[in-house]
């Protein structure tokens, strides 16, 4: 099934290529968007193409007139490779030198995250690898994902879920591939672009909605007791949603099942997403 | 010409091509090398080759059977491309989910450092980002480049020659493209690869060809003070060699002109290099 689209084709996965002297390929001169299309349709998706946009400028890359069509073009992906639920990416990245830059664009089920594990909330542990909070590219979605990379394939070696990165002061900063929120004295906390958070789209909803609920939310300084002291918390990533999170380190958080705050927050959530 | 090598085949630049999905595209799952060739023959190959089926290894890459065969088929690159001095760049990525590592290779004239150059001495800022010692990337060169790439664009813009990236406690790590060395008191000093200096092949070089020649010289901690009170620094890499280096952020280091121990190491490595 022609389930990739790269630069205006529809191609099956194995026949897409690159220029090999792509600067995306070479030095990792490139972004990208992960996200869900239910019915085709993508939650937010002028927030995935904004942030999309944003890191383009950061890496000097124009980005091409194609991304106007992306909704068309991410209708027309589903509908070939029948997919109701489909996990997107796209990514662009800057070309070879005096080329064009690539827009590559891949559809696949959604099944990364499969209902029982709400049920009983993810794991996690805290990365050797700190988040470089000094760096540009922490705030931006880049092809340069390979501390995410290893320090989920340890978590998961070790065991767990997810991993959590603290930034170079020790504060935390994030997840591999979610945003972290924690729960005290019924506050709800994320933490600072600034600490080091990729500021994440489905990040942003909830803080939106839970705003709009009337639950106190904030983006704040986390430090890992807070975390480790947390009557309860949740991760959170555009494929998921809101996944609650119940341990961190072996050590349950709260009474090590998903709190009630996480539920609230993950049922205003889908109503929105799937709106 | 034919002037680029990938996965077997002799192709023009243009017509180069890796698989879109390949993880090295995606994540940055990959590793390269960049060194010189003269007269088709590669100063310390066997050394950059360690220091490459290092990097595969950090990031689970098997390396293809084809390293074995490289210097052959750098020779023939040159041969090709009628290159008596080139600057080659070898990448390789972990490939597909599924599919084979590809080992890409590309070589060009070595004109970046033209010899008026060494005359003068490269003049270097330090950069805003750091230098994130935590990562087992920092020691690996990888796809995830564009840290360097970004802070040697701002050096440039700046009008200085290269940046050079302090680590998260502040210490001297590296240069953007470039080990850093500095004199004091007739001492030659390098920052540790525990500090965050990739471990260069040339710098190597240096230490092994200073020490056969008496010169005191030490991999130790480096502080912004050590370099900005030196008394002589230069930089080194496996295209510039030893890279006289006259001043950071504006201020001349000692007499602000290359100082004769750069000079006489110099001397030592160009005699080794192109024995």
New interface residues.
């Given amino acids: 099934m022609r389930c ?1 689209y ?1 630069n205006g084709e529809y191609v099956p ?2 026949e ?7 600067a ?7 972004v ?1 968007e992960t996200f869900r299309a239910r019915q085709g349709s993508v939650y937010r998706l002028d927030e995935h193409l904004r942030r999309l946009r944003a890191g383009a400028e ?3 890359i124009a980005p091409p007139a194609a991304l106007a069509e992306l909704p068309a073009i991410v209708r027309e992906l589903a509908r070939r490779c029948e997919l109701d639920d489909a996990r997107v ?1 796209l ?1 662009l ?1 800057a070309g ?1 030198e005096g080329g064009a830059p ?1 827009l ?1 664009i ?1 559809a696949k089920p959604a099944t990364d995250y499969p209902p029982p594990m709400y049920e009983r909330g993810a794991s996690a542990v805290v990365a ?3 988040r ?1 909070e ?4 922490a705030r931006t979605k ?6 995410n ?2 320090a989920r ?1 340890a978590a998961r070696s070790a065991g767990a879920d997810e991993a959590i990165l603290l930034n ?1 002061r020790g504060l935390v900063a994030d997840g591999s591939a979610f945003n972290v929120f924690v729960v005290r004295d019924g506050h709800v906390r994320t933490p600072m672009v600034e600490d080091g958070a990729l500021p994440g789209v489905t990040r942003g909803a909830v803080l939106e909605l839970a705003s709009e609920a009337g639950i106190a939310v904030e983006e704040t300084t986390v430090t890992p007791s807070d975390l480790g002291g947390a009557e309860e918390a949740f991760l959170t990533n555009a494929i998921a949603g809101v996944m609650p999170l119940v341990s961190v380190d072996g050590a349950k958080l709260g009474d090590g099942r998903p709190g009630p705050l996480t539920r609230r927050l993950r049922e205003l959530y889908e109503r929105d997403a799937t709106d």
Wanted: overall charge neutral.
């Fill in positions: 990739v790269v996965a194995g897409a290529t690159l220029p090999a002297l792509d995306g390929v070479l030095f990792g001169r490139g990208f950061t890496l000097s990416r990514t990245t070879a690539s590559l891949q050797s690898v700190r470089n000094t760096s540009p590219l880049t092809l340069n994902f390979m501390d990379v290893l394939e170079g």
